[in-house]
């Protein structure tokens, strides 16, 4: 048994003897290899090829689909981002759009003297009369009578038809009533024209100005605005622009074709303009305050 243990101890002393010695071998600067390490390296190299061309290949499809649901992600990112920068670039159009009207209106503001104005913003339209009534949000709460004159920054576009403590009803010049008439007058080159603004011409979509004396050279491109003589409509506010000329039925007198200054289809921040009396009692002593005075005044 010692004898067996002997040749045991013996044989492993020799393979490690050898090992230590292929080592050495092998680690030595050669330009080429023995038959044993070809075999042994062409062996191994065939078996890493037919395991790394599989695991290269199921690799990269683990690879693309991991940039697949990256890409995926990221295009809903952008999209979201997308439809948030396309409703804040709505949002800052309609602020700006607000803006500018509301600068407009304060700007009208500045022009009326004996009025006091009552901003209102358009809240309903009436699809039966769509080119003739407006609702707005001021009633007689707010001072809002019948007859008072409304207007954008851009020109006159009727009167207060109707009135509720919270609302109100706008009639529209362009309207067809033939009891609707407003007193105007063309800026002429030497002299102001008087007329009377009554009917509509529904396919021309213009304003007809009557009564206009034949003795007058009224000519086209001139402007209209109102004469402030029937005491509803304030005096100066822009109607819209002569188109044509021609004669009455009779001969007697011209008429014009007017072009509105105000866009009736977009009709949104309104005027009204309430008219600033001040009483004046047997003492000759002014009712009003004298800051409502001064408001309405302009002074």
């Known amino acids: 048994m010692p004898h ?3 040749k045991k101890l013996i044989l ?7 090992i230590v010695a292929l080592i050495s071998f092998s680690l030595r600067d050669r330009q080429n290899a023995t038959l044993p390490e070809q075999f042994i390296k062409d062996t191994v190299g065939l078996v890493q090829g037919l395991v790394a061309k599989p695991a290269n290949y199921i690799t990269g499809i683990f690879n693309d689909i991991n940039s697949l649901l990256n890409t995926y992600e990221e295009n809903k990112r952008l999209k979201m981002r997308l439809e ?3 409703a804040l670039q709505s949002e800052v159009n309609t602020l700006k759009n607000e803006n500018k009207s509301l600068r407009d209106i304060v700007e009208k503001e ?3 003297r004996e009025y006091v104005p009552i901003q209102a913003t358009v809240i309903a339209r ?3 009369q769509w080119e003739e009534k407006i609702i707005l949000d001021k009633g007689s709460t707010q001072g809002v009578q019948v007859n008072m004159a ?6 006159l576009i009727g009167k207060i038809s109707l009135v509720t403590p919270l609302t109100s009803e706008v009639e529209l010049i362009q309207t067809n ?5 407003v007193s105007a007058v063309i800026q002429g080159e030497n002299e102001e024209i008087f007329g009377l603004i009554e009917g509509f011409d529904v396919e021309r979509n213009e304003l007809i100005m009557k009564r206009i004396d034949s003795s007058f050279e009224v000519k086209e491109g001139e402007l209209v605005i109102s004469s402030g003589l029937g005491g509803i409509f304030p005096k100066g506010i822009l109607i819209g622009e002569i188109t044509e000329i021609t004669t009455d039925d009779f001969g007697l007198t011209k008429m014009a074709y007017i072009k509105p200054a105000a866009d009736f289809s977009m009709l949104q921040d309104v005027i009204i303009a309430k008219r600033n009396i001040i009483t004046i009692d047997k003492h000759e002593e002014l009712i009003n305050e004298p800051t409502e005075q001064t408001q309405g005044t302009g002074e």
């Not at 492993?12 to 050898?18: A, D, E, K, N, R």
């Not at 409304?150 to 020109?155: D, L, N, R």
């Not at 009533?177 to 008439?181: I, L, M, S």
């Open 4 to 6: 067996f243990s002997n």
């Open 12 to 18: 492993l002393l020799v393979s490690m003897i050898f």
């Open 84 to 86: 948030d920068f396309a």
């Open 110 to 112: 500045s022009s009326l």
């Open 126 to 128: 009436n699809p039966d």
């Open 150 to 155: 409304v207007m954008t920054a851009q020109g």
């Open 177 to 181: 009533n033939p009891n609707f008439r």
